[in-house]
């Protein structure tokens, strides 16, 4: 089959105007007061008009393949041809070092970046240590030892220190990032756990607790307090702060429930269920909250909200 190009620009101009058009009619039409109504009714609209979705999604899937076949082309010629010694590159992403931990074992849990100095903490859980590399050179610099399976690490670029989480006490280490000497301890509860740190307003966030003493514990890096908790109705694992916003969206595994929680208020506003053991990324823009679910122990797809 052959498309020329006239016939295949006017198909995609004209497919994705009916569209656009008919879909922003049903999202703003005035006959559909709510935001579940608009919705439905641009999906009403988008069945009516399938066939113009179809030539849509042809015309899209020819320009993609001809511009895949363009490019594989031009590769092809301006590349060596492989060799048992050649790697070709398959991705965006590409590994640019490796960095060796002699006698460290186990399982490595969260890391922190230090962006200015180019530093790398991970806590190493099962070696009860920080491990501070260094990324222009790849190697290991220092290392924070005698942890109680530490958990969460937060580097704080304002003041130049590390909150640490003994995941096996119940205190957060605050230390020097650069003498990795220990400066204050914080008593929060049982498990500490994920952490996480709010340019905005100057505070760190700490997971920690088990059952009714579950709570997100607020740390002024400043005067090295908790300032605030957050209660839950269960141990909160991953974590993530709004960028845009005043929520924080808290994983509770054991209620089966992702917590928004009101960063001005200091309290839960609205409880999502969801399946249990969940890993959660926020975007800030646009706002996207991604949730990677286990059910019975295997990974289910993630879900988009």
Request: charged share 25%; net charge positive; with cysteine.
């Amino acid at each position: 089959m052959f498309i020329d190009k006239s016939t295949l620009s006017r198909v995609l101009i004209e497919g994705s105007d009916r569209f656009l058009s008919l879909l922003y009619s049903g999202l703003f039409s005035p006959r559909s007061p709510s935001p579940l109504d608009r919705w439905q009714s641009a999906m009403v609209l988008y069945r009516k008009n399938r066939e113009i979705m179809k030539k849509l999604h042809l015309a899209l899937l020819v320009t993609c393949l001809l511009a895949s076949g363009c490019a594989f082309q031009t590769n092809e010629a301006s590349q060596p041809k492989a060799t048992s010694r050649t790697v070709r590159r398959t991705s965006v992403l590409r590994q640019v070092g490796t960095t060796q931990l002699p006698g460290v074992a186990g399982r490595i849990d969260h890391l922190a970046i230090d962006t200015k100095d180019r530093r790398l903490f991970v806590a190493a859980l099962e070696n009860n240590t920080i491990e501070v590399i260094d990324l222009r050179t790849n190697k290991r610099v220092g290392e924070i030892q005698g942890l109680q399976e530490p958990q969460g690490v937060v580097y704080v670029p304002e003041t130049g220190r590390l909150i640490v989480t003994n995941g096996g006490g119940t205190s957060v280490g605050i230390y020097d990032s650069h003498s990795l000497r220990l400066l204050d301890e914080v008593r929060l509860g049982e498990d500490p756990d994920n952490a996480h740190y709010d340019p905005a307003t100057n505070r760190a966030y700490v997971g920690y607790g088990n059952g009714a003493d579950s709570a997100l514990g607020v740390i002024d890096p400043k005067t090295d307090k908790k300032v605030a908790s957050i209660r839950l109705n269960g141990h909160p694992e991953s974590f993530q702060l709004e960028k845009n916003g005043d929520r924080i969206f808290v994983n509770i595994p054991i209620s089966g429930a992702i917590a928004v929680v009101n960063r001005k208020k200091g309290s839960v506003v609205r409880p999502t269920h969801k399946p249990v053991d969940t890993w959660l990324s926020h975007r800030g823009s646009p706002q996207l909250l991604v949730i990677g679910m286990r059910v019975n122990n295997h990974s289910s797809s993630p879900e988009y909200l």
